[in-house]
Antibody, heavy 117, light 107 residues
Framework: QVQLVQSGAEVKKPGASVKVSCKAS????????IHWVRQAPGQRLEWMGW????????KYSQKFQGRVTIITDTSANTAYMELSTLRSEDTAVYYC??????????WGQGTLVTVSS | SYELTQPPSVSVSPGQTASITCSGD??????ASWYQQRPGQSPVLVIY???KRPSGIPERFSGSNSGNTATLTISGTQAMDEADYYC??????????FGGGTKLTVL
């Protein structure tokens, strides 16, 4: 069965960076695109960007351009999202999700990132 | 930038039909998807490509999309359907966009 398993919760200070991992199993990793979506407490889902695991093409939301980097390690079937220059407003649950048919058919369990001094 | 608008809340009695709308400019020209999110859990896809149900999603969930509005309909609503629901579409200018979410209360 398809699974996306993310790394554990993180606590970071303002100005630091965070890197969240998303390990895929149960399907051919390089055949799909992985997206990253975040959700601040009590807020809507917010799209951050995607990576095509087959060719490493990426696209980022304009809001996060310059601060976010998404990469993959195909030997480990894992995608990573790194967000830099963290501020308190970046406190959120970060999700990875796989796309198929222009929708997100499988999601990771989420990773809580807390930014606090 | 492209935006999707949902009502903040919808209430329904058990066994009745709930309808949740999602509005956006010419949304009917795009594919709409819907996600259910229970508290503390990851979103779950319930409708994709406007009207299709993923395997394992009950038949009481259905969707439509025309003009500027996509609609998620839950027939014979059950207590377990109480959750937040988000619509989502793709736009050439903003790529992926989500609606603001609708809290469905079953009372």
């Amino acid at each position: 069965q398809v699974q996306l398993v993310q790394s554990g919760a993180e606590v970071k200070k303002p100005g630091a960076s965070v890197k969240v991992s998303c390990k895929a199993s149960g399907y051919t990793f390089i055949s799909y695109v992985i997206h990253w979506v975040r959700q601040a407490p009590g807020q809507r889902l917010e799209w951050m960007g995607w990576i095509n695991a087959g060719n490493n093409n990426t696209k980022y939301s304009q809001k996060f351009q310059g601060r976010v980097t998404i990469i993959t390690d195909t030997s480990a079937n894992t995608a990573y999202m790194e967000l830099s220059t963290l501020r308190s407003e970046d406190t959120a649950v970060y999700y990875c999700a796989r796309t198929q048919h222009l929708s997100f058919d499988y999601w990771g369990q989420g990773t809580l990132v807390t930014v606090s001094s | 930038s492209y935006e999707l608008t949902q009502p903040p809340s919808v209430s329904v009695s058990p066994g009745q039909t709930a309808s949740i709308t999602c509005s956006g400019d010419k949304l009917g020209d795009k594919y709409a998807s819907w996600y259910q999110q229970r508290p503390g859990q990851s979103p779950v896809l319930v409708i994709y490509q406007d009207i299709k149900r993923p395997s394992g999603i009950p038949e009481r969930f259905s969707g439509s999309n025309s003009g500027n509005t996509a609609t998620l309909t839950i027939s014979g609503t059950q207590a377990m359907d109480e959750a937040d629901y988000y619509c989502q579409a793709w736009d050439s200018s903003t790529d992926v966009v989500f609606g603001g979410g609708t809290k469905l209360t079953v009372l």
